[in-house]
C-alpha cells in the first residue's frame, strides 16, 4: 500500500523568510508522481508543484521548489521569501503510473505567515 | 481554466434524508472524485469515476453511492443522512495521471 506522511501538523514562518514542509512517502512503485496542494483558509485546493519521479532535477515554481530524494523517498516543499498569502494548509501526493486514479494524500501541515 | 463548480457552498440536512450533492467540471476530464475532508484526518477518497457510468469505491464508500450519467457531471448521493456524514466534501476532476482540479467544497452539516 502506499502511504504519505507529513510529519509537521503545523509550522509558522515570519514574512520574507524561507520555509520548508517535509514530506515522506512509501512505495514500490518506480515510475510515480509527486504533488504539493496548497488550500488556504476557506478557499479552493489548488496545485503548487508536480515531480515526475523519472526526472532528477528539483521542480521549480516561482518561489516554490521541492527536494526530491528518490532513493529516500523524500519530497519536501520550499518556500522562498514567504508572503502572507502563503497561509494556508499544504498537503502533500502521490499517484503511481499503471495503477488506479487514486491521489494518496498526506494529513496536511498548516503552515502560517506571520507579519 | 478548468472549472470544477460544485452546486453548494454550504448545506444544512437532517438525519435520514437523502442528500445531492453536485459536481460539474468544463474541460472534458475523464476522472471525477469525491472526498470528504476532516480536520486531522486528511482529505479521504469516497468514490471515483473513470468515465461515465462508470465508478470505483474509494476508502470509505460506505454510507454514500454516486452517478456519472454525463461526462461532465459527477453526483455524490447520501442515502440517508447521519451525523457522521457531516463534513467538507470536495469534488476533483482530472485527465489521466494528471494533477486534480479541485472544487471550492461543500460544507455539509446533518443535524
Known amino acids: 500500500a502506499q502511504t504519505v506522511t507529513q510529519s509537521q501538523p503545523e509550522m509558522s514562518v515570519q514574512e520574507a523568510e524561507t520555509v520548508t514542509l517535509s514530506c515522506t512517502y512509501d512505495t514500490s512503485e518506480s515510475n510515480y508522481y509527486l504533488f504539493w496542494y496548497k488550500q488556504p483558509p476557506s478557499r479552493q485546493m489548488i496545485l503548487v508543484i508536480r515531480q515526475e519521479a523519472y526526472k532528477q532535477q528539483n521542480a521549480t515554481e516561482n518561489r516554490f521548489s521541492v527536494n526530491f530524494q528518490k532513493a529516500a523517498k523524500s519530497f519536501s516543499l520550499k518556500i522562498s521569501d514567504s508572503q502572507l498569502g502563503d497561509t494556508a494548509m499544504y498537503f502533500c501526493?502521490?499517484?503511481?503510473?499503471?495503477?488506479?486514479?487514486?491521489?494518496?494524500f498526506g494529513k496536511g501541515t498548516k503552515l502560517t505567515v506571520n507579519p | 481554466d478548468v472549472k470544477v463548480t460544485q452546486s453548494s457552498r454550504y448545506l444544512v440536512k437532517r438525519t435520514g434524508e437523502k442528500v445531492f450533492l453536485e459536481c460539474v467540471q468544463d474541460?472534458?476530464?475523464?476522472?471525477m472524485f469525491w472526498y470528504r475532508q476532516d480536520p486531522g484526518l486528511g482529505l479521504r477518497l469516497i468514490y471515483f469515476?473513470?468515465?461515465?457510468?462508470?465508478?470505483e469505491k474509494g476508502d470509505i464508500p460506505e454510507g454514500y453511492s454516486v452517478s456519472r450519467e454525463k461526462k461532465e457531471r459527477f453526483s455524490l448521493i447520501l442515502e440517508s443522512a447521519s451525523t457522521n456524514q457531516t463534513s467538507m466534501y470536495l469534488c476533483?476532476?482530472?485527465?489521466?495521471?494528471?494533477?486534480?482540479?479541485f472544487g471550492d467544497g461543500t460544507r455539509l452539516s446533518i443535524l
Open positions: 469515476s473513470y468515465d461515465v457510468k462508470m465508478k
Open positions: 474541460m472534458d476530464h475523464e476522472n
Open positions: 476533483a476532476s482530472s485527465r489521466p495521471y494528471q494533477p486534480q482540479h
Open positions: 501526493a502521490f499517484i503511481y503510473q499503471g495503477g488506479s486514479e487514486k491521489l494518496v
